[in-house]
């Protein structure tokens, strides 16, 4: 089957009969590190799997953004979530699946997924534990 | 890099760094010459002449600027590893044109990877800027104008839009699949068409 005009006009047909629904930005941003070190471990498969969350759960109100090297190249893909009353939380070491997790359970529930945050201790950023699931 | 489409966004994100409202992404592939081509052109604010030599030098460059680092450095060695070429090309003020070539069967090369994933990538972090993806395949032909999908809509916003997006990624691969078949009878040119009869007979 090939995808036609007609299926995308569809869409637009629905969508302005949605009208202003996404219009409201009040929610949750997720940012994603996408600067050559971002990208090379792995960035791009994190930003499709939140493209399809955001769609397949009709979270209306998530803005997608990206940034360059904040310069812990180590630790991409790096993703922060940034929470309505401006509140940041930056995930690490990033997969397609720990980003469900987080849609799920901190845009969504709004609880920070500690697992997979990075921590400061002393000023100095501490590398997270490597857990396997 | 694992895939040349990697490349391929981390090139783009300079073109938006640089301002670019348009940016032109096209591939060629020819079997017969064994030859491949990725150039990305855009109207970005350009790279001044002097930092244009030593541009894919990853040390000079990162102290100058922030905008390129070793993003070009490895575009250009896997080129190079592939009996290929490397140019940068660049105006201030008119854009940069980078673009690589491929001996399309060298053991080396990188595999091509997933376009589509890559192409919602790059409209995810565009803005308004238009993407045009152009990918030629011994004769065959896709194009992908984000202008026509926002068009369509009447919105530049419109590739915000996940639903969208999930259109585009499909509509990218169901075309490049198309065009990786030889005997898919709609798109093929007069030229390829008079020759595979030819070859049959």
New interface residues.
């Given amino acids: 089957m090939k995808k036609s005009l007609e299926e995308l006009k569809a869409i637009r047909d629905k969508k302005k009969a949605e009208l202003g629904l996404r219009k409201g930005k009040n929610g949750y941003k997720v940012v994603v590190g996408m600067a050559t070190c971002g990208i090379a471990a792995g960035a791009r498969p994190v930003m499709v799997r939140l493209m399809e969350e955001v769609n397949k759960r009709g979270l209306t109100d998530v803005t997608v953004a990206q940034t360059g090297c904040i310069g812990l190249c180590r630790l991409e893909p790096l993703v922060d979530v940034i929470d309505p009353d401006g509140g940041k939380v930056t995930y690490v070491h990033m997969t397609p699946d720990k980003m469900s997790r987080v849609i799920e359970e901190h845009v969504i529930g709004g609880t920070p997924v500690r697992d997979y945050t990075m921590n400061i201790l002393d000023g100095q950023i501490i590398d997270p534990v490597v857990r396997e699931d | ?1 694992k895939e040349l489409a ?1 490349h391929i ?2 090139i783009s ?1 300079n073109s938006i ?1 640089a301002g670019a409202d348009r940016v032109d992404v096209t591939i060629r592939e020819d079997s017969k010459q064994d030859r491949m081509s990725i150039e990305i052109r855009d109207n970005g604010s350009g790279i001044p002449a002097e930092m244009l030599e030593n541009i894919t030098d990853p040390f000079v460059t990162t102290r100058t600027t ?1 905008k390129v ?3 070009l450095n ?1 575009f250009q060695a896997g080129a190079l590893a592939c009996d290929g070429s490397f140019d940068v090309h660049s105006k201030p003020g008119e854009g940069t044109d980078v673009k690589a070539v491929y001996r399309r069967s060298h053991i080396d090369r990188a595999p091509l990877g ?1 376009m589509p ?2 192409i ?2 790059m409209l ?2 565009f803005g308004h800027a238009r993407l045009v993806y152009t990918h030629e395949l011994d004769g065959r032909r896709f194009v992908f104008d984000s202008q ?2 926002t068009d ?2 009447d919105d530049p916003d ?1 590739l ?8 585009v ?3 990218v691969a ?1 075309g490049l699949d ?1 065009i990786s078949r030889p005997d898919s009878g709609e798109d093929i040119i007069e030229g390829v068409k008079d020759e595979k009869i030819t070859g049959r007979a």
Avoid: Y
């Fill in positions: 890099m990697l966004l981390d994100q760094t922030r680092g070793l993003g490895l997933n994933d890559t919602v990538t995810m972090s026509e999908i369509t809509f419109a915000t839009d996940p639903e969208v997006l999930e259109w990624r499909e509509f169901e198309e």
